[in-house]
């Protein structure tokens, strides 16, 4: 069993993506960040960034106590190598799965953050920051759009680093971003989204961003420094 701390975000939907791909059985325990809960001590015990997603898992291969995890990226690699799913067993197979793996994880994921932040949640709108987040996630739809050319997922397989991109790509209009431009990210992005598993973690639950977000909401989620 895999206990999954989890708000429905697109870091969130990685590893509940991966789960129902895997048939992993798991139990979600909900961490409701607008309200403050990634700051109540039993969650900050396995995941000292508060930061959601995190898992604990009740049964690890080494038949050891349960291991607690958190960082999207990593509990993706976790889970890939203890179900020898979604991850290639050959070297050159398992650094192609990596290497697009990170650069969601430092790239597509942030970029796509600030974006949203700056043109949806910021109490001002700063053009500046707007075109400079737009313009970035546009780059890299392009990169994206550029490795599908020539393969149906990222590592040509599909593996954990799709998993990892496919829910930062959902919000796209909101980014302000047009699929069309990109005919190779949108093929992928239709053939995601086709999948079972991804269809019913995407059918459970109703996306965080839905909501207007309250003045209590922004300061909990984004006003937070080392003291507080």
Do not use: C
């Not at 313009?135 to 590592?155: H, I, S, W």
């Amino acid at each position: 069993m895999i206990e999954v701390y989890h708000w429905p975000t697109p870091n969130g939907h990685k590893i509940t993506i991966f789960l129902e791909e895997s048939g992993l059985a798991y139990r979600i325990h909900p961490v409701d960040i607008g309200k403050g809960d990634q700051f109540k001590p039993e969650f900050l015990a396995i995941s000292p960034n508060n930061r959601i997603p995190a898992i604990i898992d009740l049964a690890p291969a080494d038949g050891g106590p349960p291991l607690s995890l958190f960082e999207s990226g990593a509990i993706l690699l976790y889970l890939a190598e203890k179900t020898g799913k979604f991850m290639p067993q050959d070297m050159r197979g398992r650094a192609d799965v990596l290497q697009w793996l990170f650069w969601q994880v430092g790239g597509l994921g942030p970029m796509s953050g600030q974006n949203g932040h700056f043109a949806i949640y910021a109490p001002e709108r700063i053009p500046y920051a707007i075109e400079r987040y737009v313009k970035e996630t546009n780059r890299l739809y392009g990169v994206m759009d550029r490795r599908l050319a020539d393969r149906p997922y990222l590592a040509g397989d599909y593996s954990i680093a799709d998993m990892a991109s496919y829910p930062w790509v959902v919000p796209h209009e909101r980014y302000g971003q047009k699929l069309e431009e990109f005919p190779n990210l949108g093929r992928w992005f239709e053939t995601m989204k086709a999948r079972p598993a991804v269809g019913r973690v995407y059918a459970s639950v109703a996306p965080s961003y839905s909501k207007p977000m309250s003045d209590e909401e922004r300061k909990v989620l984004f006003g937070q420094t080392s003291r507080n």
